[in-house]
Structures are given as C-alpha cells and as structure tokens.
C-alpha cells in the first residue's frame, strides 16, 4: 500500500462524511417543501392527485409506474433499430433496469441503438432509483406520523426525487465528465486509424450523460459494455474517484435525510456509521485479498489496485454493480467480500432508497431482539414491533436470501458444470439484491436464464418494496408510545452490526466456504 | 406472606420427567414449532441410520433425542411448579373465618366455604366475610378500605341501608348478613382456576417472538439443504447425520424449549407475591408501565389521620380549645373524632363520664356536612372542616392569623380542623396523616425504573404537594372525584403512557378497567376486582412496585435468552462446519482445535442439548431486574447474555470434546 492510496481512501471517506449530511439537510427540504405553482401546474396536466395516500393506493401508483415501465421498454427493445432482440431478452433487460439492477445481457453500445439508450434506459436510470426513494420516505413517514391513515403522495415524493436530487445532480456530474474527456455526442461511430496503421471502428454516442445517472442513481449500466474501465465513460483517475464518490453520495445522504426528518440527527449519524464501518471493513479484506496474492489480477491498470477496488466495492456494497474490473480473475477474497456486500441484502449504503429501508428493517429486527432485555415491550422510536410488523419484516429480510440460495440450490441441480458454485451465487445474489454487477455475466444468457433471473429481479425487488409499503401503512396508523429504547447511540450501532451479520452470516457463510474461500484457499495453496 | 415451593423435590422432578417423556408425543408438541422441528430431525437422523449405522452417528442420534426430551422438560417442569403453587395458595389461610348461623347455632368456617343465601353474624371488630345484605340488626361499619370515606357508615335492616360489603369492619353492635354474592375467597377460587387455563394462551410478545424463531428455522432449513446440493455440486460428500445435526444446532431449541416456561414461571413468581393476574399479557403490561396512579389512603398513609396538635387564636387558650374540641368529638365516631379526644384526654386528662353538662343535644358527624358538634344551654360548639366551618360563620369573622396556620398545616401535608363556640373561632386541630415507612426508597426506585406516579387523593393541593414532596411523588391529583381519575388516565393514555392503578373502592371500578393493569386489593369490592386485572390477596397496594419488576423481569428473561441462543450459533459454525468442509480445505481450517471432525460434530450436539438443561433454572428464576437507567440495563445484559451467548458455547463445545474425544 502507498501512502498515495492512504490519502485516496481517506479523502474519499472524509469527502463522503461532509457531504452527505449537507444533501441529507437539502433532501429533506426538498422532500418537504410545498407544492410550488409550477409543480401543481404538472400534477394538474398529469391529472395526479397529489392527496395523501394510504398504503394499497401508495403500492398500487408504485406497481402501475412499474408495469408501465415494463410494457414500455420491452417494446422499445423489441423495435432495437441496430440489433434484433428476442422477448425474453427484452423482458431480462427491462426488468433488470426497472428494478434498478442493469444485469446487462448485451453489450450495449454494439447491440443497442441511441434512441434504446437515451430513451429506455436513461428514462429509467432516472425513475428506478425515485421508486426506491419514494418507499423509503413513505416508510419514514409512517415511522414519525401517528394515528394516521396515509403515508404520503407517490408521485409527489417520485417527481420531487428525480426533479429536484437526480437531474441537477446528474447535470453537474455529466458536465465534469465531460469536461475530464468523456464523449457525449450523437455520433454512431468513429472510424480512426491506429499508430500501427491499421483501421480501428470506435463507438460512439452519449456516454457522459448516460454514466452520470448510472452511477447517482444506482443503476449502474455502463454504456459500454466495459461500463467504467472504458477510458470514454470513466477516462482518468480523477473520473474514477469522482464516480466511486457519486455511487455512494445519494444512498448516504439518506441516512441523514432520515435522522432529520425523524428529528434525531444522531439516529441518521449511527446508521451512517454502520454503513461506514462495514464499508471499510470489507474494504480492507477484500485490499488484503489482493495485496496477498500481489498481483493487479483483474484490476484496471490505469486506477492502480486502490482506485480498482474502490469503484468495484463502492458498486457491490450499494445496489449500483457498475464496474471497473472483472471480478471473475480478481482475487476470490476480495470477490467474495464483494459478494457478501450483495448478500447483505444490498443494505450498506445500498441502492437510493431501498438500501435506508433495508437497514431500518434490521434496525426493527435489532430493536425486537434486544429490546427486550431492558424489561419492555420492543419499541422503534415509540413504535411498538409486535407480529403484525414483525411478519413483513422477517417476509422481506429473508425472502431475498432463500431465494438466493434456493434458486442456486436449482442451477446447480439441473445446470452443466462448465458454471461454478461461486459464478452461480455470484449471479444470484447479484439479481436478487438488484444489483447488476456480474461474475462471468455473458454465461448466464440462455433464454431460460434470461427468464430465471428476470424472475429473480423481480422478486428481490418487490419481495422487500411491497412489505416496506404495508409496513410503512401500519406504523403509520399506530400510536405512538413512549419511546426508551435508545436507537441514538453507539451501542446500538453495534447491536445492529451483530444482527446484520448473525442473520446473514447463519444464511450464507457455509455457501461462501464451499464457493469462493475453497477457491481462494487453494490458489493461496498454490503460491506458497 | 410468601408462600414458597422449594425448586427441587423429588417426586416433583418424577412428575416432570414422566410428563416430558408423555410429551415426546409429537401431536403435543404442535404449539413449539422449533421443538417439533427438532423432533423431525432426530426422526431424520434415526431413518438414516437404517442404511448407514455407526457407534458415532448413533450417538449423535441418541443427544438428537436427548434435546428434544430436555426441551420438554422445561415446560413440564414449570408447569409442576406452577401447580404445586396454586396448590399451596389454596391450601393457605388466607381466608377470613366467617361466624356461619345455621340452626340458630354458630358455627365457624372459611369465608370461601359461604355460599349464597347462608346466614352469617358479625359483632363489633369482626370482618365481613362476604357481600350481602343486612337481614337484623344496626351497626356502624368502617368501610374506608373500599370508599376512601374515612367516617363509619350506619348498615341496618330494610330498604336503603342494608347492603354490605365483602372486606369491610364492623365498628359497633352486630349485623345478620345474608350472603348475596360469592365471597371474596370463592371469586379467588375462580381466578386461581383461572391462571391454569390462561398459562396455555400465548401473549403478543410471545407470538411475535415465535413468528422469529419459525422464520430462522425455515431459512436454516433452506440454508442446509442449498448446502447440501452445493456440495454434492462441487463433489463433497457430507452425510444425512451431519446435516442434520447442523441445522438442529443452529435453529433456536435453546430459546424455543424455555420459552413456554418462561412466561409459566413468570406467572408463578408472581403467585408467590400472592397476586393473581387473570392473564399472562397483564404481567408483561405491567412491565411496560410509564405511569402509576394509586390512592393516598392505604398506599402512602396508614389509613386514618391522627389529632397531633391544638393550635389555638386568641384569647383563647389551647386548653380552652382542646376543651371545646373534646366535647365536640364526643359525637364523633369516625377515627378522626376518636384521636382528637384521645389527644385531649392526654393533655389535659379531660373525663367524657364526669363533664358536667346537662340538656345536651349532639350533632353528630355525618359524611355530608363534615361537622359534628354538642349543643347545651348557652352553648353551641361545632367542628369540622376548616371550609364548612367558614361557611357558618361570618366572613370577617375568621380571625386572619388563623389562615397563616391553615397554611401552615396544609404545607406540612396535614389537615386542619376548625373549632368554633357560639360562632366565635377558638383555633384550629392539626390533624396529621401518618405516613408509611420505607415509600422513599420504593418511590425513588420507580423513579429510577422511569415510571411517573401520581397520587389521588381526595384533600386539598396544599396538602397533597406537601406529601408528594415528602415521599418524593411526581405528581399528585388534588379534590380527585370517579370522573376526573377516569380523564386523568385516558389523557395520559392518549399520550402514549401505559398506565396501571391500584385500587379497592367500587368508585375505582371505572378507572380500574379504563387502566391497563388495574391491582385489586383482594379486600376491594366486587364490582373494582371484576375491573381489574390482578387481585392482591394481601391488601398491600404498594406492592404493585412487585408486579412491575416481575413483568419487567419477565420480558427481560425472554430477551436475554434469545439473545443467547441466537449468539450461541456463532460458535456453532466454527465447530461444525470446518467439521463438515474441512476435507475440501489444503490447511487446517479447525480454529477452535477440535479432537475430530466427529468428536466437533457430536460435542456440538452434546452442547446444544445440555445448555437447555443449564438455563432452565434461570428460565424459571428470572433475569433479576435493577432499577438502572435503560441505557445501562441494556448494556449488561448485553454484556451477560450477549457476549456471554458469544463466548460460552466455544468453552462448553471444548470441553465437552475433551471427554469425547476419546470414544469417537
């Protein structure tokens, strides 16, 4: 290690920790603020409704905006100008942009036409990550509200998300792209001749803009299908920084937006901090992985072992998957921390939204566990945690593992073996943690695997999302008691950190031992 | 009175061990789902031994059965316990022995072996054993354990006056009761018959807690079986046994075998307060208590107020007043009257048989007026209640250095009595409330616990800040009627407190059931122990301070064993797996050391089942709560039952592999 990577890492960490609770501060006056006569003009035109929802009214413009979406992009991809795409490729690829995943089974900038791009993908790189967020802020809502029947306008919290957090700061991001050389521009292709004389057809098109919001708003699609070791989308080291900080800023901003909105500012520092922590930790193993068996194995040369890893845990650890190395020739170590990240549920940092959500759901199974042991009654900030709350807690933190688990438990079954255990869990819990990021992605692109994981993004979207809506609606109607139970202090932090692990760990350790630790004990094998 | 049952005898334990081995019958074990899972799993693990059959496998096989009958045994011990203890309460003498008239012949038996319509007699100082009606006779009765109305009330035979009421005293004369109601002791019966049904039914906590420990036992089980497939994917052979046995170490038996025990001990300690709760959830409420409202009379004070002093204005002299207050009293039976003329009699040694007054005409005290007095030739001497004595008089004519001392009283928790002759004020009597011993610690423990209380009381504010300040109360309600201690508990409920009460009187029946734990003294009348939720059988209202720590301990009891079954797993993974995988490894991956992949497999299995066995006795005991700030509660428990849930498990599988280590 240099002292170089020392000062990346920590300015990165030191940058993240300033910043975040200034977005937090502005999220939540955005969030809050009231309807402005321009806004009312558009809700008016789009015959919205801007009442208050209650929670089947709040999921139901969630699901329609899905399912829209869905209809939408595949028959957008269907009509693909530049390459023909079949429906189940159509549906894989929709879906996993709609859920916020971008598994992306093709190449893009071969396959897909500008007019696929900017108006399918880019479209929902925008409106994925606002559903994320909407959830989350009706589940905030119906944690500080009492007694009440609603919890929230959907296209209120939707449209405020994407107009006032994701486009100026999408904007901004392009724009510095841009300025550090990323292309942006119309053009289909760039014919040039190489040093060596020969001819060389570059591809082209609207890279900066597409890169901005894929990495701020968590889809992580690359719009090439090198995605940010391309010198086009991601051209210096600076970019590369830079991108590794967006991927993280929104999913840790609102951490903070929610300790504000609650009105405990220490509430949001805790779970900020525990994202943090897991974050370093894991950033740490997965150094030494690479470290250990000393090689630049898999990494991006330009960006050095340091600026590799960082995009790469910065994308596993929230729900974004974008990527800069090949994880399937990086250190099995540093692969498989990458994968627990996944496993987590996509909570340490996570995507915008969901990740927040996901963490509060282990913040409630925490507050139920050792609640108890101070003599009461489990209360989260004076909400009582009791069966009916319990019961889509425990559906959606644990769903997505079994799933997981159960759907690799099947390609092993019936699969060749030309896959390994750990390609296949890779995949897995990358789909169903809707994350995106791949393990030897190009050998999962049978139509059934197409479909499988077309599936599988499906229900590790909604297995979380539609639990997080009825969970929000019945907090919301409760009544508030008296809170004692501190959510605000370190210790709890610490609570917390056991549970995530305990739970995941019980799930998932003996399937990382049979995956990529054999894997990475055997290679360490080899060396010595 | 503590009735205790000592924890281990003999022909108890039988009694548990055959029951738990009824209980291997898994159609009984269809409420602990973790149980019945562990039951599936050593019918697995037996099966598998059909085609695969070693010394070792049988082993773990055997402690796979083992579990499952220790599981058992702690809820079938606890349920022994818990009816050796109904037992006991209702063998023990609680009961007021009624004077039973059968025959015209007296006969003495238990109250709670009155029936309705049986005929009883109660002469001056005597209990009534029973609600019922006056059928001859007139006294006077105390009834100021169930009104708070400190004057003695006229029960006779006829329309009005007639009914009376379980618990009260007779003061004077003698009463023939026909009983009308079951007796306080037979309602006890019913409640205490009760408890056994109520012990089956899970609370909310309960449920919510065994909805957690199903999840975590389905994921294992999809957990195990993935692994299952991963290695028969990757060419690792692992037996049925080893599976088998992982998964029965990882699902929560520790938790899921004592939980039903938990909640039946729960109950049973609170027994041995000898108070009855009439469910389970009731207990667990009062864990959750934030707010405490209890009346004055019987909780902080010693029922009656005391004459303690003679203040008298001038020109009177205090002998004079004490004088005029004495004979005033003489028409005064409630025991306030009784101390001011003890009061008078030891100061100035009056006589009431050698006053020389002739043609007097007494005025007695009556609840209404609050005023008693004497009227003879020349003279009319009242007393009473220092507004209605004003309101008789004059307005300038209550001397103004009198209202310093009215104060004065008032401020010292006291309460004052004025005294006038022919309309002209001689002084005041300072009655004084004679205050229990030991509330300020119990206060400032419910203070610590973070629990508001808030005295009722019928006196005045100044009166009732000054006792609130001296036994260190947060809160008090001056003038309380039925009506304001009903609103007082509503706002706080709607304020998100959860409030518990302790009362007696019918006038707290409609607060008592507003409330979420309402203590009942057993003493109470029927309509307040209908209300409530708990009975006390010895009339204490303080001990309600009992029943919250024994919910609190309750809850906490629950908490601290889940947190360590489930942070018992931990060390089961290190044991276990590299057991499992260890094969597929190139190095050592047994970090804890361990004598064989076997000698892990079945010291885990050894572990898992002996720990039931290990926390049982703290099962049934409770986690003891400490009235400490929830921030440090959580902390050593954390500490305890967290790490110690860390910790344990890698020294006990140790050493258990030590000894086995040597036969597998």
């Known amino acids: ?62 699901l329609s905006i899905q399912l829209m979406s869905l209809i939408f992009m595949m028959a957008i991809f269907l009509l693909n100008s530049k390459a023909p ?154 970019t590369n920084w830079v991108l590794a900080f967006s991927v993280m800023l929104i999913p840790a901003s609102l951490a903070h937006y929610y300790g504000i909105q609650i009105g405990s500012k220490k509430v949001g520092w805790v779970l900020f901090s525990v994202m943090l922590c897991f974050f370093i930790a894991f950033f740490a193993i997965s150094f030494l992985g690479t470290q250990q068996l000393n090689s630049l194995e898999g990494q991006e040369i330009r960006f050095g072992n340091l600026g590799s890893l960082l995009i790469a845990h910065a994308a596993t650890a929230t729900a974004n998957g974008t990527m800069n190395i090949a994880p399937e020739s990086l250190s099995p170590l540093s692969s498989a ?15 915008s939204g969901t990740g927040l959500y996901g963490l509060l759901l282990f913040s409630m199974l925490t507050v139920f566990i050792a609640g108890l042991m101070i003599g009461r009654d489990p209360e989260y900030l004076g909400k009582k945690i009791q069966s009916a709350e319990l019961k889509w807690i425990l559906f959606a933190l644990m769903l997505p593992s079994c799933v997981t688990l159960l759907g690799s438990a099947y390609t092993c079954w019936v699969g060749s073996t030309d896959k390994t255990l750990f390609e296949i869990l890779y995949n897995f819990a990358s789909n169903v943690g809707t994350n995106g990021s791949a393990l030897s992605g190009f050998k999962f692109d049978s139509s059934s695997d197409n479909i499988m994981f077309g599936v599988a993004m499906w229900v590790g979207r909604l297995s979380t999302l539609i639990p997080v809506l009825i969970l929000a609606g019945i907090l919301s109607s409760k009544k508030r008691i008296e809170s004692i139970f501190e959510v605000s202090t370190p210790l709890f932090g610490l609570l917390l950190t056991f549970v995530i692990l305990m739970i995941n760990g019980l799930t998932f350790l003996p399937s990382l031992l049979l995956g990529p630790l054999n894997e990475y004990a055997s290679l360490l094998e080899k060396l010595s | 009175m503590k009735s205790k049952v000592s924890v281990l005898n003999a022909s108890l334990l039988r009694k548990a061990t055959f029951e738990a081995l009824l209980a291997l019958n898994p159609l009984r074990l269809t409420n602990n789902p973790v149980i019945l899972c562990t039951w599936l799993g050593a019918l697995i693990a037996t099966a598998s031994l059909a085609w695969h059959f070693s010394v070792f496998e049988l082993q773990v096989v055997l402690w796979l059965w083992i579990t499952v009958f220790f599981a058992n045994l702690a809820e079938s011990l606890a349920t022994c316990l818990g009816k050796a203890q109904v037992e006991s309460l209702r063998r023990s003498k609680i009961s007021v022995v009624a004077r039973r008239f059968v025959n015209n012949r007296e006969e003495h038996v238990p109250a709670n072996a009155l029936n309705v319509g049986d005929i009883v007699v109660c002469e001056a100082g005597d209990y009534i054993p029973a609600d019922g009606d006056v059928v001859e006779g007139i006294a006077s009765v105390d009834e100021s354990a169930i009104t708070g109305e400190s004057a003695p009330v006229i029960r006779e035979s006829g329309e009005d006056r007639s009914s009376v009421t379980g618990g009260t005293r007779v003061l004077s004369d003698r009463l023939l009761i026909r009983v ?38 389905v ?16 060419g690792l052979k692992i037996s049925i046994i080893s599976l088998v046995a992982l998964w029965i170490c990882l699902i929560p038996t520790t938790i899921g075998s004592l939980l039903i025990a938990i909640r039946i001990a729960g109950m049973d300690r609170l027994l041995q307060f000898n108070v009855v709760a009439k469910n389970g959830q009731a207990i667990e409420t009062a864990g959750n208590t934030s707010i405490l409202l209890f009346d004055k009379t019987g909780t902080i004070t010693l029922g009656n107020r005391m004459a303690a002093e003679f203040i008298p204005c001038k020109p009177h002299s205090t002998k004079e007043l004490a004088h005029a207050a004495f004979l005033a009293s003489l028409a005064d039976e409630t025991a306030e009257g009784r101390s001011i003329m003890a009061l008078a009699k ?84 300072y009655l004084k409330d004679i205050i229990k011993t030991g509330l300020k610690e119990r206060f400032s423990k419910l203070y610590q616990m973070g629990i508001k209380t808030v005295m009722m009381t019928g006196d005045n504010p100044l009166t009732a800040a000054a006792i609130t300040a001296e036994v260190g109360i947060s809160d008090f309600m001056a003038e309380a009627t039925p009506e ?25 029946a409609p607060a008592l059931a507003q409330s979420d734990v309402g203590l009942v003294m057993s003493s109470g009348t029927q309509e307040a122990r209908e209300a409530g939720y708990m009975i006390d059988l010895d009339n204490d209202p303080s001990k309600i301070l009992d029943v919250i720590t024994t919910g609190k301990e309750l809850l906490m009891t629950r908490g601290a064993l889940t947190t360590f079954s489930l942070a018992n797993d931990v060390a089961k993974y290190f044991a276990i797996l590299p057991a499992m995988f260890g094969s597929l490894f190139a190095f050592n991956i047994d970090l804890m050391g361990l004598g064989s992949a076997q000698s892990a497999i079945l010291s885990s299995v050894i572990y898992n089942a002996l720990i039931i066995v290990f926390l049982t006795p703290l099962a049934l005991k409770g986690v003891s709560y400490k009235a400490l700030p929830s921030r440090i509660v959580l902390r050593n428990n954390m500490l305890i039952y967290g790490l110690g849930g860390i910790v344990a498990p890698f020294v006990g599988i140790k050493l258990i592999d030590y000894l086995v280590r040597h036969w597998v």
Request: aromatic share 10%; glycine share 8%; net charge neutral.
């Open chain 2, 484 to 508: 304001t201690k009903l609103l007082e508990i509503k706002r706080a409920q709607h304020q998100g407190h959860l409030v518990a009460m302790t009362g007696d009187g019918t006038n707290d």
């Open chain 1, 1 to 62: 290690m240099h002292l170089y990577d020392f000062y990346l890492g920590a300015g990165f960490i030191g940058l993240l920790a300033t910043s975040s609770p200034l977005l937090g501060a502005y999220m939540h006056f955005s969030f809050n603020r009231s309807i402005g006569p321009a806004e009312a003009r558009l809700y008016r035109i789009s015959q919205l409704s801007t009442a208050p929802m209650s929670w089947k009214q709040y999921l139901k413009a969630l």
């Open chain 2, 346 to 429: 030891e100061h100035y040694q009056f006589d009431e048989n050698s006053q020389s007054i002739v043609d007097a005409r007494f005025v007695a005290f009556s609840a209404s007026t609050r005023v008693s007095g004497i009227d003879f030739p020349g003279n009319c001497i009242r007393k009473g209640a220092v507004d209605a004595i004003k309101a008789q008089t004059k307005k300038d004519q209550f001397p103004q250095e009198l209202e310093q001392c009215i104060t004065n009283v008032c401020q010292q928790g006291g309460t004052p009595l004025a005294v006038i002759k022919n309309n002209e004020v001689m002084g005041i009597i």
């Open chain 1, 85 to 238: 795409i079949s429906l189940d490729l159509a549906f894989n690829l929709a879906t996993s942009f709609i859920t916020n995943t971008a598994w992306q089974n093709i190449p893009g900038e071969s396959h897909l036409s500008h007019f696929s791009q900017m108006i399918a993908i880019t479209t929902q790189n925008f409106m994925a990550p606002a559903v994320g967020t909407a959830a989350l802020l009706a589940l905030t809502r119906g944690i500080f509200q009492t007694d009440s029947e609603t919890i929230g306008n959907f296209w209120v919290d939707f449209f405020r998300m994407i107009v006032f957090i994701l486009l100026p700061l999408s904007l901004l991001l392009a724009l510095f792209l841009v300025s550090q050389g990323s292309i942006q521009n119309l053009a289909s292709t760039l014919e040039i001749s190489t040093l060596e004389g020969a001819k060389q057809i570059l591809p082209m098109g609207p890279a900066a803009s597409q890169t901005a919001i894929a990495a701020l708003g968590g889809n992580g699609a690359g719009f090439f299908s090198q995605n940010l070791a391309h010198p086009f989308a991601n051209p210096t080291g600076l």
């Open chain 2, 180 to 217: 009308t109601f079951e007796s306080g002791q037979s309602f006890l019966n019913r409640m205490i018959s009760l408890i056994e049904s109520t012990k089956r039914h899970k609370t909310p906590n309960e449920q919510a807690l065994s909805m957690l420990l199903i999840a975590l036992t």
């Open chain 1, 337 to 351: 921390v990458m994968m627990f990240q996944m496993m987590l549920g996509e909570i340490i940092f996570g995507g």
């Open chain 2, 219 to 234: 994921v294992l089980i999809v957990s195990v079986f993935s692994i299952y497939v991963f290695a028969q994917y990757i």
